[in-house]
């Protein structure tokens, strides 16, 4: 009988208390656990040998704990090409330059990659055993019913020990081989008896210095999510994309926190404090960015739900106010680039429907997509007009025209998926044009490009009061 992975997350879970989070507290959780075995619990120790296994990301990332384990991953089998066996990835770095790790067939980084199944499931778990700590993390439970699972008892261990074995041994008979000796030289587990006294209130003082690592809560909440219109394939690059926004998100804004914790002090000379607020933006700017990619893929993912929201969801928004509100903002992050912004706001204009909880995110995400591709030395023009019963918001720029007197042709993003494509001539990642159309569609307007040099948006205006 083929054991899966999911058998694995029901074993930990059982006898655990029904869990009451959401998505975004548990990722905060699972993040702060992973911080708190390896930096609290690990890192204070000597270097020790042991084995862990994972799915559907390498939970590891410190490199000198890497090179002393080796490990087993279980990742979908459609993004087997973009990630090598025995690389870290993130939110991880690769170990320092002239390290010799001792991973599993000397390959770097110490893991080998094996492929998930269809009933395995998405949610990460990590089994790590060394002869200091032996432990099993697991995210589990239906969604606003999330928890984090931790094991530590031997007995759990042991059994859950025994599923991976079958299941290396039902993929990989030979890695399944190489558990079982290495786990004879570990011996018995035990785990020091305040194991569990000494790991919650490190969680705990890990999770009170984190900032939100989301900055845009999910448009829909209780809703199952579907498979993705039958196509199992891409259900499953949508939910290993938001795994991944999860964990790049949480230790950028772990380290926006620390950032903005040094701001504090009165005693920072005036070019670190440029440098750290320059920081503090591009860490600002990447989670933003992030948690938009996260929401596309997660209205990707549920049919009907990039249909507009209903009346009493949307508000009256001064939207005037809020590009003003903006400018300086968005004067910075283009003048890191050499861009320049010219803001053109008709006077007198009625407010709009839309949702201004996520109508500013999204703003900053249209401004990061339009200029992204701009060389250096471009004007970004941004006007607010009336246009019949709604307002116009256009995004335009000089390049295209400097690009054709120069005979040179701009580059055409290539589709990476459904909801991301890729530019060419920056070598970055951005939303496509659909999942920013069906995103701007949920929360009442209407995107409109051409050919990459002029991009419009119309929101419906709302009645003037009297």
């Not at 009451?20 to 000597?46: F, K, N």
Request: hydrophobic residues 40%.
């Amino acid at each position: 009988m083929v054991v899966s992975l999911e058998e694995l997350r029901s074993l930990l879970a059982d006898g655990v208390p029904v869990g009451q989070g959401d998505e975004d507290s548990v990722r905060r959780q699972w993040w702060a656990a992973l911080a708190t075995v390896q930096e609290d619990l690990l890192g204070a120790a000597p270097p020790q040998p042991g084995v862990w296994l994972a799915a559907p990301l390498p939970a590891l990332y410190e490199p000198a704990l890497l090179e002393w384990l080796d490990g087993w991953v279980w990742t979908p089998a459609e993004v087997g090409n973009l990630m090598p066996s025995g690389l870290p990835l993130l939110p991880g770095l690769p170990p320092p330059p002239g390290t010799a790790p001792r991973g599993t067939a000397g390959r770097p980084g110490g893991f080998q990659r094996l492929s998930l199944r269809q009933d395995d499931g998405t949610d990460p778990l990590l089994v790590l055993i060394t002869p200091v700590l032996q432990v099993a993390l697991a995210l589990d439970g239906p969604p606003q019913a999330r928890r984090l699972v931790v094991r530590f008892e031997a007995s759990i261990l042991s059994a859950a020990l025994e599923l991976l074995d079958r299941r290396l041994a039902q993929d990989d008979p030979a890695a399944g081989l190489g558990l079982r000796r290495r786990l004879q030289l570990l011996g018995p587990l035990r785990n020091a008896p305040d194991l569990a006294t000494r790991f919650w209130p490190l969680l705990a003082q890990r999770l009170a210095a984190m900032a939100p690592s989301v900055t845009l809560q999910p448009l829909v909440h209780g809703e199952k999510r579907s498979e993705g219109n039958g196509n199992d394939a891409v259900s499953s690059e949508l939910a290993l994309l938001e795994a991944l926004t999860h964990e790049v998100r949480t230790p950028l804004a772990t380290i926006r926190t620390l950032i903005r914790s040094l701001l504090r002090r009165t005693d920072l000379p005036g070019v670190v404090r440029q440098r750290l607020e320059q920081i503090d933006g591009e860490c600002s700017e990447q989670i933003d960015r992030f948690g938009l990619i996260f929401l596309a893929a997660e209205l990707q993912r549920q049919p009907g739900s990039g249909q507009p929201l209903s009346d009493s969801e949307l508000a009256r928004t001064d939207l005037s106010r809020l590009l003003h509100q903006l400018e300086a903002l968005w004067q910075r992050q283009l003048g890191r680039r050499d861009l320049k912004l010219v803001l053109e706001i008709a006077a007198d204009l009625p407010p709009v429907m839309s949702d201004p909880s996520r109508l500013e995110t999204m703003l900053g995400g249209l401004m990061d997509r339009f200029s992204r591709s701009l060389p250096s030395g471009s004007e970004v023009r941004l006007r607010l007009l009336p246009a019949g019963s709604r307002l116009k918001l256009q995004l335009s720029s000089d390049d295209p025209e400097s690009r054709a007197a120069d005979g040179l042709a701009a580059a055409v993003p290539m589709p990476v998926g459904p909801v991301l494509s890729w530019n060419p001539e920056t070598g970055s990642l951005q939303l496509s044009r659909q999942a920013t159309q069906r995103l701007f569609h949920r929360l009442g307007g209407r995107l409109t490009e051409r050919g990459g040099s002029n991009l419009t948006v119309f929101f419906p205006a709302a009645e003037r009061s009297s």
